[in-house]
């Protein structure tokens, strides 16, 4: 699951690679066309946009919301900007071995933040 900035072959092509059962759920761009397949197989990136040109943007997120909850998509774009908030849009290392300390440091920080504002929750029978 990722967000539309991701839409494209070489993601899918990825995720096939890595899981062939998997399904990737990523929203097409609003320009996206179905790709020239002469094979006749529909890809999934295929079905995503014939399912929005019949159902509509909506229709087609309340259809993968029933299948494979489209809102966790949401809560990793949600944990991803508050990512980039706190440790901020670039990284300000020179170089790869110092990016990566700075990653590792940022992602940490964002860690305990996020635990500080979760509430514990129990079930009440």
Not at 102 to 117: D, F, K, M
Request: net charge positive; hydrophobic share 35%; glycine share 8%.
């Amino acid at each position: 699951m990722t967000d539309g900035v991701d839409d494209g072959k070489p993601v899918y092509r990825a995720v096939i690679v890595r899981s062939p059962e998997a399904e990737a759920i990523i929203p097409p761009r609003s320009t996206a066309v179905p790709s020239n397949s002469t094979k006749g197989a529909c890809t999934q990136r295929d079905r995503h946009i014939h399912a929005i040109q019949e159902r509509g943007r909506l229709g087609w997120q309340r259809a993968v919301r029933c299948t494979v909850r489209y809102g966790r998509r949401s809560l990793g774009e949600v944990a991803m900007m508050r990512d980039k908030q706190v440790i901020g849009r670039i990284l300000r290392a020179g170089n790869l071995p110092a990016g990566k300390v700075e990653t590792a440091v940022g992602s940490r920080v964002t860690n305990i933040i996020t635990s500080l504002s979760i509430p514990a929750t129990r079930k009440v029978a």
